[in-house]
């Protein structure tokens, strides 16, 4: 099934998809939109485009487990995304994964001052990388 990752942010929303065999994620790129509803109208082409089945969206809960304003926000953008679009989405825990985006590409040795360029779509890339990580690992459980 094509997945998409979201990483929503208030200026610029990351997103990533990966193949059909769910076996690797990749970056889609970057909406940079003002506003929930533009944003989220910016993710539903791209979401068409990509023949997306799923939507999976980060939920930046915090570190103690509880959800925040941000959560909630994210949370509502979701359930837009599912309404504008018709394709079910899930929230998918994102704690620390802009932390370990912003050192995936100092360690890369790209410039400090071009992260906000990549950061979102390389945040959004490993939503959905532990995403399908977390579903390969379930469904072998099931298994068991």
Same mark, same amino acid.
């Given at each position: 099934? #094509?997945?998409?990752?979201? @990483? /929503?942010?208030?200026? =610029?929303?990351?997103?990533? !998809? ?24 910016? !993710?539903? *082409?791209?979401?068409? $485009? ?5 939507? !999976? #969206?980060?939920?930046? #809960?915090?570190?103690?487990?509880? $959800?925040?304003? +941000?959560?909630?926000?994210? =949370?509502?953008?979701?359930? /837009?995304? %599912? ?8 929230? /998918? ?6 932390? %370990? *985006?912003? +050192? /995936?590409?100092?360690? %890369?040795?790209?410039?400090? +001052?071009? &992260?906000?360029? &990549? !950061? @979102? ?11 399908? %990580? ?11």
């Amino acid at each position: 099934m #094509v997945i998409i990752g979201i @990483d /929503y942010g208030d200026v =610029r929303t990351g997103i990533a !998809v990966c193949d059909k065999l769910e076996m690797m994620a990749s970056g889609a790129g970057c909406i940079k939109a003002e506003g929930f509803k533009k944003a989220a109208e910016g !993710v539903a *082409a791209k979401a068409k $485009e990509l023949k997306a089945e799923l939507i !999976v #969206v980060g939920n930046p #809960v915090n570190m103690d487990g509880s $959800e925040g304003e +941000r959560s909630l926000k994210c =949370r509502d953008f979701a359930a /837009y995304l %599912s309404e504008i679009t018709g394709i079910p989405s899930e929230m /998918y825990d994102e704690r620390l994964t802009t932390v %370990s *985006a912003h +050192r /995936y590409l100092a360690a %890369s040795g790209v410039d400090g +001052r071009k &992260h906000k360029k &990549h !950061v @979102d779509e390389l945040s959004a890339q490993i939503i959905l990388e532990d995403f399908l %990580s977390a579903r390969k690992k379930a469904l072998a459980n099931s298994r068991d």
